[in-house]
C-alpha cells in the first residue's frame, strides 16, 4: 500500500519568502503525485500533479514540485509568498491497480503561515 | 460549469440519530468519491463509485456507514446511529474516471458534529 509523509505540521514564512513544503511517498508501483490546497472552511482545490514525463511541474499561483523518484519525494515551493496563500495544503498519491485503485491516498497536511 | 456541490453544508444531530449527506458531482463525471477528513485522522477515504460497477467500500469505517449513488450520478451517504466520533467534515469528489491520473474535483464539504 502507498503512504505519504509530509515533513512539519506547520510552516511560517515571511511575505516575498521562499516556499518549501515537503512531501515523501512510498509505493510500490509508478505513482501520480498530487497537490492540493485547502481555504477555511472550503473543498480541496488542485494546484498541480505529476503524471509521467517532465518531473518540474507548474501549477496555479506560482507553485511548482518536483518529482525526484530517487529520494521518492515531490516537494512543494513557490519563490515568492504572498499572505493569500496561507492555507492547509495536502500532498497525495494515487496509483492504478489492486486494491488502492482510483483512491487518494493523503498526508497529515501543512498549515502555512505567512507572516507581513 | 457547476463543481461539485453537497449539501447540508452543516448538520448537527444527536448521538444515535441517522444522517444523510448528499453530493451532486460535476455532470458526467463517472467517477465519485466520498472522504472523511477529522482532526485526528486526517483525511481517510470511505468509498469510491465508478459507473455501473461495484463500489470499493473498503473505507468505510464501520456497518453503520453506507452510500449509494443512484442513476450513475447524485450519491447519498447515510450514518446511522451517529457516534460522537463520526463527527468530522465529510468531503466529496467526483472525476471523469477513476482510473490513471485524472484530477479528483473535491465539493466544499458537510460539516457534521454528533452531540
Known amino acids: 500500500a502507498q503512504s505519504v509523509t509530509q515533513l512539519g505540521s506547520h510552516v511560517s514564512v515571511s511575505e516575498g519568502a521562499l516556499v518549501l513544503l515537503r512531501c515523501n511517498y512510498s509505493s510500490s508501483v509508478p505513482p501520480y503525485l498530487f497537490w492540493y490546497v485547502q481555504y477555511p472552511n472550503q473543498g480541496l482545490q488542485l494546484l498541480l500533479k505529476?503524471?509521467?514525463?517532465?518531473?518540474l511541474v507548474k501549477g496555479i499561483n506560482g507553485f511548482e514540485a518536483e518529482f525526484k523518484k530517487s529520494e521518492t519525494s515531490f516537494h512543494l515551493t513557490k519563490p515568492s509568498a504572498h499572505m493569500s496563500d496561507a492555507a492547509e495544503y495536502f500532498c497525495a498519491v494515487k496509483v492504478d491497480g489492486g486494491t488502492s485503485y482510483g483512491k487518494l491516498t493523503f498526508g497529515q497536511g501543512t498549515i502555512l503561515t505567512v507572516h507581513p | 460549469g457547476a463543481g461539485v456541490s453537497q449539501s447540508p453544508s452543516n448538520k448537527v444531530t444527536e448521538k444515535g440519530k441517522d444522517v444523510e449527506l448528499r453530493c451532486d458531482p460535476i455532470?458526467?463525471?463517472?467517477?465519485l468519491y466520498w472522504y472523511r477528513q477529522s482532526l485526528g485522522q486526517g483525511l481517510e477515504f470511505l468509498i469510491y463509485f465508478q459507473g455501473n460497477s461495484a463500489p470499493d467500500k473498503s473505507g468505510l469505517p464501520s456497518d453503520r456507514f453506507s452510500a449509494e449513488r443512484t442513476g450513475g450520478s447524485v450519491s447519498t451517504l447515510t450514518i446511522q446511529r451517529t457516534q460522537q466520533e463520526d463527527s468530522a467534515v465529510y468531503l466529496c469528489?467526483?472525476?471523469?474516471?477513476?482510473?490513471?491520473?485524472?484530477?479528483?474535483?473535491f465539493g466544499p464539504g458537510t460539516r457534521l458534529l454528533v452531540l
Open positions: 505529476y503524471t509521467t514525463g517532465a518531473t
Open positions: 469528489a467526483s472525476s471523469r474516471v477513476g482510473g490513471g491520473p485524472e484530477t479528483q474535483y
Open positions: 455532470s458526467g463525471h463517472t467517477a
